[in-house]
């Protein structure tokens, strides 16, 4: 079992900038894919970005690609998001997570979820 705590969400202007912070309470951090997901007002929890044990594989939500880059530091126990270009749909609750490897991780087998750190992003 992994317990997750995120961090860094915050109020932005549009175009601008927020490092959201997963910290991991477990002894096999590094044996995990981590990700994040977010939960609009109203809508389903969404898939935004993975990355595998190693660091070597990551993968994107189309609507972040090549503005959100995950990474994740396994001798600190730390995932991150960096978010750029913020824009108004991007305001969630942004949440943390764990699984075995990524496939797993998008097809619903989660292991731990984090309880959320809000973004709000003003036009």
């Known amino acids: 079992q992994v317990t997750l705590v995120e961090s860094g969400g915050g109020l932005v202007q549009a175009g601008g900038s927020l490092r959201l912070s997963c910290a991991a309470s477990t002894r096999t951090f590094s044996s995990y894919a981590m990700g994040w997901f977010r939960q609009a007002p109203g809508k389903e929890r969404e898939f935004v970005a993975a990355i595998s044990w190693s660091g070597g594989s990551t993968l994107y939500a189309d609507s972040v690609k090549g503005r959100f880059p995950i990474s994740r530091d396994n001798a600190k126990n730390m995932v991150y998001l960096r978010m750029n270009s913020l824009k108004p749909e991007d305001t969630a609750a942004y949440y943390c997570?764990?699984?075995?490897?990524?496939?797993?991780?998008?097809?619903?087998?989660?292991?731990?979820w984090g309880q959320g750190t809000q973004v709000t992003v003003s036009s």
């Open positions: 997570a764990a699984a075995p490897n990524i496939a797993t991780l998008t097809g619903g087998g989660v292991a731990g």
